[in-house]
């Protein structure tokens, strides 16, 4: 395309009536400056054959078609172009069907009798721009941004659907892990920036020795793992370890530098190794760890002397049903901050073990065991009980705050969930309205209907619903309007380092944009930097919580924060960032 010249978007409008299609097409005219060109099928068969050949750019899309009816159709166009923005163009005047409508896939519903040009214009516009933040935030959720490779989450997904076919067809599958020999010295030697381009380029290596089923990912740092779906025998993988090692026996080029370098890989099979993931990455990462203390470039098969870890797991079970029992769980509080006014507003309440042994444990250390076994029933429930005789109290010193607490999955799955938050409402004489209760957007949406119902009772109740780490799924937001949570908090991997120029920085505007149209507010995790902060300001949202103001502290600390006004400084006002 020449210098200079603006490329003209290819409408597909996707209407029986030729009066509505006469209509839309003068009212595009009218609009001389759009820079659209309006192609037309009458039916959806017709419609389909048009996506197929390519160029489209927006889907005007009537519900009401020859040979397809209602959000059906939505369906259909969605399922064979996911990736292209839908306006549904209709006659009926329906709230309830504009709200099913975006659920179903499409980005905007407009009625036919109320639109003119300009309008239909930003209409277009805003549906591409939309469906492009949601396409950035479903890229960012699965992809590793350095390197492009698929991350643990889409890893997990891709080792979730082979081992279900492995059982179904008795297949073997192997699970390897990989770790680079020696990239610390690269990374202090040549610096970091010469390490992220080996990073890619092992990447590319990687990808060259695998077959096209197979998955290599970047699970983080300088760990890679591949996923050998279908294996004839247990041989083959050992055969595909064998190929990556001789990979790395040629020098990797970085820029103007030959880098040589060798990698550890460890195996696991299905099933003699495991039967479901968990168990499968950890034999595998365990088989890893005994190739380096084996001097590294080599591969080690699982042994049954690896289980050790197993029996570590059962050991760190029985010390937190002891912790239980005696109480060494502890309540700390991090603050959340108001942008505007800069003042502390709410707390979110976090749970760390005061061992007697080890210190102070970070949930890291024992909340997936505890989710396993189903110890973060009560231990939620300890949770939730403190925190709101904590802010109780508070309240009563007179510092009115909120209180967030985070919910597990199975906690929510109780049969007495509701019930049992209600008590502790009426236990602490907290009122509801001061409570808000977090969920993680993946939990939210892998159980739509009844989480939904769930949450639906609870803000009946005054009980606020708030969505965190939002962006680490991949949700739209016309998913995530089901609910609707009140609150949106932007997971921490988008706002570190956030620049002007960041593509996470276009996924934080996307995501504060279209929150504030749906009437959600919106707090940033992970705030550390000065330059993340004015960056969140600028683009108005509305709070934030991270270490650049505190990170969780007992609540003897936070409220020192209260009784000495500890806050930033206002938006309006320049100075010291915190005061």
Known sequence: MPAGKVKRMRVLLIEDNEDAVHLIR?????????????????????????????GIDVVLLDLSLPDSQGLETIHTVHAHRPEIPIVVLTGIEDDTLAVEAVQAGAQDYLVKGQ???????????????????????????YHDELTRLPNRRLFLDRLGLALTQARRKRQLLA?????????????????????????????????????????????????????????????????SAHKILDAFT??????????????????????????????????????????????????QLCTPAMKVRASERLTLERNLRQALDQHEFVVYYQPLVDL??????????????????????????????AIETGLIVPLGLSVLRTACTQVKAWHTRGYPLRVAVNLAARQVR????????????????????????????????????????????????????????????????SEVKQYPPKTLKIDQAFVKGIGAKSR??????????????MDMKVIAEGVETTEELDFLRAHQCDAMQGYLFSPPVPPEVFEQFL?????LAPADQEGPAIR
């Not at 009784?563 to 806050?567: F, M």
Request: aromatic letters at 4%.
């Open 115 to 141: 639109i003119n040009g300009n309008l239909l214009v930003r209409a277009i516009r805003y549906a591409i721009e939309r469906k492009r933040a949601q396409e950035q935030i479903r890229d960012l959720a």
């Open 414 to 477: 109780q049969e007495d969930f509701v019930t049992q938050v209600t008590k502790v409402m009426n236990e602490t004489r907290l009122a509801p309205e001061w409570l808000d209760v977090e969920i993680t957007e993946q939990m939210a949406m892998r159980n739509l209907g009844v989480n939904s119902a769930v949450f639906d009772t609870l803000s009946s109740l005054m009980v606020q619903v708030s969505m965190e780490d939002f962006g680490a799924g991949h949700s739209p937001l």
């Open 26 to 54: 003068d009212a595009l005219t009218e609009a001389t400056a759009a820079r659209l060109d309006l192609d037309h099928a009458n039916c959806l068969a017709i419609g389909l054959e048009h996506l197929s050949r390519g």
């Open 250 to 299: 040629h020098p990797f080029m970085v820029e103007d530098q030959e880098l040589s370098i060798g990698t550890s890989v460890g195996i696991s099979l299905y099933p003699a190794d495991g039967t479901d993931a968990a168990t499968l990455l950890k034999n595998a990462d365990s088989a890893m760890y005994r190739a380096k203390k084996q001097g590294g470039n080599t591969y």
């Open 340 to 369: 505007r006014s800069g003042k502390i507003f709410g707390a979110e309440a976090v749970v760390r073990w005061q061992h007697p042994e080890q210190g102070l444990v970070s949930p890291a250390g024992f909340i997936d065991v």
């Open 563 to 567: 009784v000495q006004g500890k806050c």
């Open 504 to 517: 996470d920085a276009d996924v934080v505007r996307a995501v504060i944009d279209l929150a504030h149209s």
């Open 175 to 239: 699970v390897m892990m990989l770790d680079l020999d020696g990239f610390k010295i690269v990374n202090d030697r040549l610096g970091h920036a010469k390490g992220d381009l080996l990073l890619q380029r092992v990447g590319d290596r990687l990808k060259a020795c695998i077959r096209s089923g197979d998955t290599v990912a970047r699970l983080g740092g300088d760990e890679f793992t591949i996923l050998l779906p279908e294996l004839a025998q247990a041989d083959d993988a050992a055969r």
